[in-house]
Nanobody
């Protein structure tokens, strides 16, 4: 069993900040990339930011300069620091981890998702 548990969502005013966390636990051999996605009502799920095990990052153009993704490999945890939040950032945010499990062997990576955490940006 593998669990990804997100936390840190909530309601914030435009211009405010939030920090999301996602901790992976369970039967994990190694984690390759970790990422944050978001999905607003009526829209498709989109990539917000991703980070490799080596620390290389990439961001959606809409969040560059405002959001920062980071990870603690020792804790199997990924973070998303969100600053200067806009109403357009409101969505359910999902964590994804590309990981290998002992049951399937090293080098066989599968994607696992968290349940999501809601971010509301409203005055």
């Amino acid at each position: 069993q593998v669990q990804l548990v997100e936390s840190g969502g909530g309601t914030v005013q435009p211009g405010g900040s939030l920090r999301l966390s996602c901790a992976a636990s369970g039967s994990i051999l190694s984690i390759n990339s970790m990422a944050w996605y978001r999905q607003a009502p009526g829209k498709e799920r989109e990539l917000v930011a991703a980070v490799t095990s080596g620390g290389r990052t990439n961001y959606a153009d809409s969040v560059k300069g405002r959001f920062t993704i980071s990870r603690d490999n020792a804790k199997n945890t990924v973070y998303l620091q969100m600053n200067s939040l806009k109403p357009d950032d409101a969505a359910a945010y999902y964590c994804k981890a590309e990981l290998a499990r002992p049951e399937y062997g090293a080098g066989k990576y599968f994607n696992y998702w968290g349940q999501g955490t809601q971010v509301t940006v409203s005055s």
